[in-house]
């Protein structure tokens, strides 16, 4: 059974840095898409980034280009989020997300088939 953990989450400062992981277990995937999603309140959940676990193509919103890095570490079986010069707007729950097909739109919420509980991001200005 797959299991994402997400941590890291936690409350910075506008202009601020902060690392998410999402220990993945339970398959191998070297075959998935691995990505981040947020969710602020009252609204939807909105695509953050992505990474091809094989490969390591990466995807991102435009609302965080030049600011997030997504990245893996296959010994750890982990994905990161490295996020710099956050913003108030960036405050939301950010969720990791397995896509077992890696195929098709990065941004595709429905194509992502394993999710963990997510972790709250609080950026305060």
């Known amino acids: 059974q797959v299991q994402l953990v997400e941590s890291g989450g936690g409350l910075v400062q506008a202009g601020g840095s902060l690392r998410l992981s999402c220990a993945a277990s339970?398959?191998?995937?070297?075959?998935?898409?691995m990505a981040w999603f947020r969710q602020a309140p009252g609204k939807e959940r909105e695509f953050v980034a992505a990474?091809?676990?094989?490969?390591?193509?990466?995807y991102y919103a435009d609302s965080v280009k030049g600011r997030f890095t997504i990245s893996r570490d296959y010994a750890k079986n982990t994905v990161y989020l490295q996020m710099t010069n956050l913003k108030p707007e960036d405050t939301a729950v950010y969720y990791c997300?397995?896509?077992?097909?890696?195929?098709?739109?990065?941004?595709?919420?429905?194509?992502?088939?394993?999710w963990g509980p997510g972790t709250q991001v609080t950026v305060s200005s």
């Open positions: 997300a397995a896509d077992q097909g890696s195929s098709g739109s990065a941004a595709y919420i429905k194509k992502y088939d394993y």
């Open positions: 339970g398959r191998t995937f070297s075959s998935y898409r």
């Open positions: 990474i091809r676990w094989s490969g390591g193509t990466t």
